[in-house]
């Protein structure tokens, strides 16, 4: 089974960055990285579940969010398997605990717009707190 593994975050000033990683492992024979639409949910203590970004390298297509677009970029190596979001200018709003997850080869960056969407893989949650 695919396996996700999320690191970074952490504690960033208003106006600051920070990266976030997804390592993927697992692929079944003959598939990589860019079989699967993977990304970044995020979620927030009393808010709804958000989609961030996702990335599906053998479409080329990538989704951001509009709270996030141009703030974010999302960026994908397929040899190390390995997703990042690069998170700029943050805002306070932007903390919450921020979730890697994908989607097999069936599945596209649509999902990640779609709210309670359950998606095929999940990696563990990695706090992001921006103080401002």
């Known amino acids: 089974d695919v396996q996700l593994q999320a690191s970074g975050g952490g504690l960033a000033q208003a106006g600051g960055s920070l990266r976030l990683s997804c390592a993927a492992s697992?692929?079944?024979?003959?598939?990589?990285?860019?079989?699967?639409?993977i990304g970044w949910f995020r979620q927030a203590p009393g808010k709804a579940r958000e989609g961030v970004s996702c990335i599906k390298g053998s479409d080329a297509k990538t989704y951001y969010s509009d709270s996030v677009k141009g703030r974010f970029t999302i960026s994908s190596d397929n040899v190390e398997g390995t997703v990042y979001l690069q998170m700029n200018s943050l805002k306070p709003e932007d903390t919450a605990v921020y979730y890697c997850?994908?989607?097999?080869?069936?599945?596209?960056?649509?999902?990640?717009?779609?709210?309670?969407?359950?998606?095929?893989?999940y990696g563990q949650g990695t706090q992001v707190t921006v103080s401002s």
């Open positions: 697992g692929f079944p024979s003959g598939r990589t990285l860019d079989d699967y639409a």
């Open positions: 997850a994908a989607d097999g080869p069936y599945g596209g960056c649509a999902a990640f717009r779609r709210k309670g969407h359950d998606y095929d893989y």
